[in-house]
């Protein structure tokens, strides 16, 4: 198959092992192109697209194009700005083509914060996807001109395969993979004693990093979610690409839980006690379905005051001599009226599962 890539804006095309950010250069992020624009407006550099991602700074965006993976990086370290100067109207599952505008940018104002205006186009590959680039147009273009064609194939794995490349951890949950990411991730730069901050631009984890001598490089670069290991001064990147921000979220949410359990326990690098760690499984477990038990509870009791003031009549399963008046069979009550005593009688009956489900998410099962 083949895909035609065109200018998204009047500007300056350049390979992509010239543009000044390594981990673009290096290929970190997938194989492309760099266009430096000399002008605001970005249009659609293909055919038809659909909008996979778009960055909270409007710096960046993430398309599909015929099953390649695409990202537009628009300047260098522009994640700093907070999306000062970016504008989009774009919206997550739109069709757009050539000839729509995906953002609009204030150049001038990324040149005077000393920022590069670099924009590279890169799209991800694999030892699935065989590709070529051709015809790739270097030098000056006008917006719309066609710059390039991608020449690619896709190989499928065979059938006796499949069962080799499914994790079932990862088909029931499928954050499961960022969370072990993040622990793994925590661990090798020296855990969160070793860092003053985390955040995420587009495609990298940065930490501000304390001790340098405390970092695992080489065990980083073998975890499978990071793709590339770079350092700017005592800033750790880590470069993880479009599901960065997954990875950030779940450091945090990592972080916040061993925290808050410390705190909660009032300890600090002791060793936790058997009893307040039961005590910590026990609550973990149980408080998420309080909810659930006090809906059963109340539910219970509207169905009892109901049959009380004789508005609800008394559903039974069974006619037998001693049923009153108000006894109804299930099968020949009112369809509200039953649906409101299943509810009631049911949630009990569902305790047990409710409670192995979140036993289960507890123990990141």
């Known amino acids: 198959m083949e895909i035609n890539l065109y200018a998204p804006v009047e500007g300056e095309i350049k390979n992509i092992e010239q543009c000044k950010d390594s981990m673009f250069a290096d290929r970190m992020l997938g194989d492309g192109l760099v266009i430096i624009p000399s002008e605001n407006n970005f249009k659609g550099f293909f055919d038809i697209a659909t909008v996979t991602m778009i960055f909270d700074t409007k710096h960046a965006y993430g398309f599909e194009v015929e099953g390649l993976q695409f990202?537009?990086?628009?300047?260098m370290d522009t994640v700093s700005l907070n999306g000062e100067g970016f504008e989009t109207n774009l919206k997550i599952g739109s069709k757009v083509t050539k000839d729509d505008i995906l953002f609009s940018v204030d150049i001038e104002k990324i040149k005077n914060k000393k920022l590069s205006i670099e924009t590279p186009i890169v799209f991800e590959f694999n030892e699935l996807n065989e590709y070529k680039i051709k015809n790739l147009k270097v030098g000056k273009v006008k917006q719309g001109d066609l710059i390039c064609t991608i020449e690619y194939s896709f190989e499928e794995k065979e059938n006796n395969d499949l069962r080799t490349i499914i994790d079932p951890v990862d088909f029931f949950n499928t954050s499961n993979k960022y969370e072990k990411g993040a622990i793994q991730i925590n661990?090798?730069?020296?855990?969160?004693?070793?860092?003053?901050?985390?955040?995420?631009?587009?495609?990298?984890?940065?930490?501000?990093?304390?001790?340098?001598?405390?970092?695992?490089?080489?065990?980083?670069?073998?975890?499978?979610?990071?793709?590339?290991?770079?350092?700017?001064?005592?800033?750790?990147?880590?470069?993880?690409?479009?599901?960065?921000?997954?990875?950030?979220?779940?450091?945090?949410?990592?972080?916040?839980?061993?925290?808050?359990?410390?705190?909660?326990?009032?300890?600090?690098?002791?060793?936790?006690?058997?009893?307040?760690?039961?005590?910590?499984?026990?609550?973990?477990?149980?408080?998420?379905?309080?909810?659930?038990?006090?809906?059963?509870?109340?539910?219970?009791?509207?169905?009892?005051?109901?049959?009380?003031?004789?508005?609800?009549?008394?559903?039974?399963?069974?006619?037998?001599?001693?049923?009153?008046?108000?006894?109804?069979?299930?099968?020949?009550?009112?369809?509200?009226?039953?649906?409101?005593?299943?509810?009631?009688?049911?949630?009990?009956?569902?305790?047990?599962?409710?409670?192995?489900?979140s036993a289960a998410n507890y123990f990141k099962l």
Not at 71 to 75: A, D, F, R, V
Not at 282 to 289: A, C, N, Q, Y
């Open 187 to 357: 661990k090798s730069v020296g855990s969160q004693s070793n860092y003053g901050e985390v955040y995420n631009c587009m495609t990298r984890l940065r930490f501000t990093i304390k001790n340098r001598d405390l970092v695992n490089v080489e065990e980083l670069k073998k975890i499978n979610l990071v793709k590339g290991v770079v350092w700017n001064g005592n800033e750790l990147q880590v470069v993880i690409g479009q599901d960065v921000y997954k990875v950030k979220d779940e450091v945090i949410k990592n972080n916040n839980e061993i925290s808050a359990i410390r705190t909660s326990l009032g300890i600090t690098n002791k060793k936790t006690p058997l009893g307040r760690r039961m005590l910590a499984m026990f609550s973990g477990i149980m408080v998420k379905l309080i909810p659930i038990m006090v809906g059963a509870g109340l539910i219970q009791a509207i169905i009892a005051i109901l049959i009380q003031v004789g508005v609800m009549p008394n559903i039974v399963f069974k006619i037998t001599e001693s049923s009153g008046p108000n006894d109804v069979l299930l099968t020949q009550a009112p369809v509200g009226w039953a649906v409101l005593y299943a509810m009631g009688r049911s949630t009990t009956f569902f305790m047990g599962i409710l409670l192995a489900v």
């Open 71 to 75: 990202l537009i990086h628009c300047g």
